[in-house]
């Protein structure tokens, strides 16, 4: 079994910055974790979940057009993390966020999310 925890969530205001974390633990190593593709999705409330950022195996990164330039996804393959570097937050930016495989068929167990509310 393998866990996604959500981390670093919470109340900021417009043009603020948070970090999130995503630590995977379980029957997993961190050799077998660096081989997905990981991305950090959210929700808002009765929308369905959305990919905003991805990381590759490979290390290289991508981006929803809306999210572009002020957030940056990272990860760390020996800690099994997934971070989110997100500035110049908007109201708009609320949501609950997860992490999960960017693939549909290379994914895990939903975590419970991280709340993020940009808010004055």
């Known amino acids: 079994q393998i866990q996604l925890v959500e981390s670093g969530g919470g109340l900021v205001q417009p043009g603020g910055s948070l970090r999130l974390s995503c630590a995977a633990s379980?029957?997993?190593?961190?050799?077998?974790?660096?081989?997905?593709?990981i991305g950090w999705y959210r929700q808002h409330p009765g929308k369905q979940r959305e990919l905003i950022a991805t990381v590759f195996s490979a290390g290289d990164t991508k981006y929803a057009d809306f999210v572009k330039d002020r957030f940056t996804i990272s990860r760390d393959n020996a800690k099994m993390t997934v971070y989110l570097q997100m500035n110049s937050l908007k109201p708009e930016d609320t949501a609950v966020y997860y992490c999960?495989?960017?693939?549909?068929?290379?994914?895990?167990?939903w975590g419970q999310g991280t709340q993020v509310t940009v808010s004055s």
């Open positions: 379980g029957s997993i190593s961190g050799n077998r974790f660096r081989l997905y593709d």
């Open positions: 999960n495989g960017a693939v549909p068929n290379r994914r895990f167990a």
